[in-house]
């Protein structure tokens, strides 16, 4: 069995490898989209009353985008832009669109492997 991030798959059974598959969220995930009430919870209110009145209309307008939002769009830019990089809002917000998933879901299979599949995949009896 091909095992490219070294978990160990060759001295498992196939119980333990569905387990593994199944159940154990240890490889991370970015979304690809936030809402404002995310954005609004993770803004640091000592850096937000530190911007000028025009630049907490600008991150108002980011929070009135509701659902959503690409992470990667413009919004992105214009957060980075109004507290940036370094800031406690900035991590507050790359923390908060990480999250861990399994390593069935990071290669899109279900959740609920048998050790029947995998030992169907071991032997190649499909």
């Known amino acids: 069995m091909l095992d490219p991030i070294n978990r160990g798959y060759a001295v498992m059974t196939d119980q333990q490898i569905a ?14 989209t ?24 600008r991150v108002d307008r ?7 939002i690409k992470i990667n769009g413009r919004a ?10 370094g800031s406690v809002t900035i991590a507050n917000l790359a ?3 990480q999250t861990a998933i399994t ?9 609920d492997i048998s050790a029947q599949m995998v030992n169907n995949a071991r032997t190649g009896s499909w």
């Open 103 to 111: 390593r069935g879901e990071e290669l899109g299979f279900p959740s």
């Open 19 to 32: 387990d593994n598959w199944n159940n154990v969220k240890n490889r991370p995930k970015t979304a690809e």
């Open 62 to 68: 980011v929070l009135s985008l509701g659902s959503g």
């Open 76 to 85: 992105k830019s214009e957060l980075i832009a109004l507290f940036w990089a």
């Open 34 to 57: 936030i809402d404002s009430a995310t954005i609004f919870e993770n803004i640091d209110l000592a850096e937000f009353r530190a911007l000028t009145t025009s630049n907490q209309a």
């Open 95 to 97: 923390a908060s669109i």
